[in-house]
């Protein structure tokens, strides 16, 4: 019984997760911001940071079907250098309809909020859409608990860090009720957790 139980375990592990590509393979498929057309950030500008959080986002417009989401990240990069005067994207990650994710801002460098809260050691995921009218569907709720787990992993950030902007400011509904629901209901946090049991099952 000894010996049975950690393969037995080991066993169920990988039923669970056999669908689920290595972290490495997930950090490789994130498109960078070279491929979309973005430009980098002006590092002497930026203000650097060791990440301890994972803080969840939505885009709060509605993101219609057909939007070419590289376009969308171009237009969200001038937006944000230009209107707002900040270094560069808020958020580190952008999720789009097709749960394909994108560099956005340099995870090396702190984000940017119009809340009150200090965007300072949190990686940040923003879901495109508005999650207080539509429900996120199942390719962006899958590449949320990837991207969460390839950094959850990466930065050694414990799962009661795995939170969203409206649990760090009561000045916004983001990432929406539809997708908070998520996070209230601590979906992702197990689903990370199981997608790390996998991948230390995996590395044995
Ligand atoms: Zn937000």
């Excluded at 803080?55 to 070419?68: I, V």
């Excluded at 009561?170 to 990432?175: L, N």
């Amino acid at each position: 019984m000894r010996l049975l139980l950690p393969s037995c375990l080991a066993l169920l592990l990988s039923l669970s997760v056999h669908a689920a590509e290595p972290l490495d393979a997930v950090e490789r498929a994130i498109v960078p911001v070279a491929a979309w057309g973005g430009t980098p950030a002006d590092a002497s500008k930026a203000r650097r940071h060791a990440i301890t959080q994972i803080t969840l986002h939505h885009q709060g417009e509605p993101f219609k079907p057909g939007t070419d989401p590289q376009a969308y990240l171009r237009r969200l990069q001038t937006w944000s250098r230009t209107s707002k005067n900040w270094l560069d994207i808020p958020y580190h990650y952008v999720i789009d309809l097709d749960g394909r994710m994108y560099a956005a801002r340099n995870i090396d460098y702190a984000g940017d909020t119009n809340t009150e809260y200090d965007p300072s050691g949190h990686a940040l995921i923003e879901v495109v859409g508005n999650f207080e009218e539509v429900e996120p569907n199942q390719a962006q709720l899958d590449a949320v608990v990837e991207l969460m787990a390839l950094l959850a992993a990466k930065y050694k950030v414990s799962l009661d860090d795995i939170k969203s902007h409206r649990d760090h400011s009561d000045k916004t509904v983001c990432p929406g009720a539809k997708l908070y629901r998520y996070v209230k209901e601590d979906y992702f946090r197990h689903k990370v957790a199981l997608r790390l049991a996998g991948e230390q099952a995996r590395s044995r």
